[in-house]
């Protein structure tokens, strides 16, 4: 995001998962799981080798290739913030996360956890703990980076609804693309093909993302999911603009 083209999300954000933290977070959902590397590695299309390297944290996969992974594992995008075990209790980080009143869990600003992705795609879960059914993000895009390097589009189950707070993102379909600026908003079956894009050379772009995941296209209640998401988000992108100032242009 600042003069040499790169994101700098380190100031006041959180701490960031490394690649080999982050494929460890991989190994163990897996593990748990029951499943071997092969079948997760035959279901995603990749080779075990592949996925091999990204458990062990020499590569980093792009945001695409995550979310396959996981919903291979049959569990969400937050997984790679948890060291807790997805499939058990859910357990709270004391270092990270307060619960002052009970049920009520709170986690300071700089505290957020951080996922780096491929092409330094950053990743924040703007929620204390994990949501059952819910997955509510931040994401940054460096300049000239895409969801996927080689132009995949990515397919999974659940509805999406997503706010640009800072820069501009274009986001490719089948059918097409949109191009979105601050405060701009869209929504959609994430059962169609999508990607996301920063075509800009010079200006990070940020978005805001909620996805319900066990939502599907049959569900009638989805006009009702749509304007709770987007007032949701809206309320979200407030709270960010007003500390857009620590995002360098």
């Given at each position: 995001?600042?003069?040499?083209g790169?994101?700098?999300?380190?100031?006041?954000?959180?701490?960031?998962?490394?690649?080999?933290?982050?494929?460890?977070r991989?190994?163990?959902?897996?593990?748990s799981?029951g499943?071997?590397?092969?079948?997760?590695?035959?279901?995603?299309?990749?080779?075990?080798?592949?996925?091999?390297?990204?458990?062990?944290?020499?590569?980093?996969p792009?945001?695409?290739?995550?979310?396959?992974i996981?919903?291979?594992?049959?569990v969400?995008?937050s997984?790679?913030?948890d060291?807790?075990?997805?499939?058990?209790?859910?357990?709270?980080?004391?270092?990270r996360?307060?619960?002052?009143?009970?049920?009520?869990?709170?986690?300071?600003?700089?505290?957020?956890?951080?996922?780096?992705?491929g092409?330094?795609?950053?990743?924040?879960?703007?929620?204390?703990?994990?949501?059952?059914?819910?997955?509510?993000?931040?994401?940054?895009?460096?300049?000239?980076?895409?969801?996927?390097?080689?132009?995949?589009?990515?397919v999974?189950?659940?509805?999406e609804?997503?706010r640009v707070v800072?820069?501009?993102?274009t986001?490719?379909?089948t059918?097409?693309?949109?191009?979105?600026g601050?405060?701009?908003?869209?929504?959609?079956?994430a059962?169609q093909?999508?990607?996301v894009?920063?075509?800009?050379?010079?200006?990070a772009?940020?978005?805001?993302w909620?996805?319900?995941?066990?939502?599907?296209?049959?569900?009638?209640?989805?006009?009702g999911?749509?304007?709770?998401?987007a007032?949701?988000l809206?309320?979200?992108?407030?709270?960010?603009?007003?500390?857009?100032?620590?995002?360098?242009?």
């Amino acid at each position: 995001m600042g003069g040499t083209g790169r994101a700098d999300p380190g100031v006041g954000m959180g701490e960031k998962a490394t690649a080999s933290e982050i494929g460890a977070r991989l190994r163990r959902v897996r593990m748990s799981a029951g499943v071997s590397l092969r079948a997760v590695a035959e279901a995603v299309g990749i080779s075990s080798s592949a996925l091999s390297q990204i458990e062990k944290g020499t590569m980093q996969p792009s945001v695409n290739r995550l979310v396959e992974i996981v919903t291979v594992l049959g569990v969400p995008v937050s997984a790679i913030f948890d060291d807790h075990g997805l499939l058990g209790p859910m357990n709270v980080d004391p270092a990270r996360v307060t619960e002052p009143l009970p049920g009520v869990f709170v986690a300071a600003g700089e505290s957020a956890p951080i996922a780096t992705l491929g092409q330094g795609v950053l990743y924040r879960r703007l929620t204390p703990v994990r949501l059952d059914g819910l997955d509510l993000f931040e994401s940054t895009y460096p300049p000239l980076t895409s969801s996927s390097v080689d132009g995949a589009m990515l397919v999974h189950e659940g509805y999406e609804v997503g706010r640009v707070v800072s820069g501009t993102l274009t986001f490719e379909f089948t059918d097409g693309s949109v191009v979105l600026g601050p405060g701009g908003s869209l929504s959609f079956w994430a059962t169609q093909p999508h990607r996301v894009v920063n075509m800009s050379a010079e200006q990070a772009a940020v978005a805001l993302w909620l996805t319900v995941r066990h939502a599907r296209p049959e569900v009638a209640s989805i006009a009702g999911i749509e304007a709770s998401a987007a007032a949701l988000l809206e309320e979200l992108a407030a709270e960010t603009e007003r500390a857009s100032d620590q995002l360098p242009r």
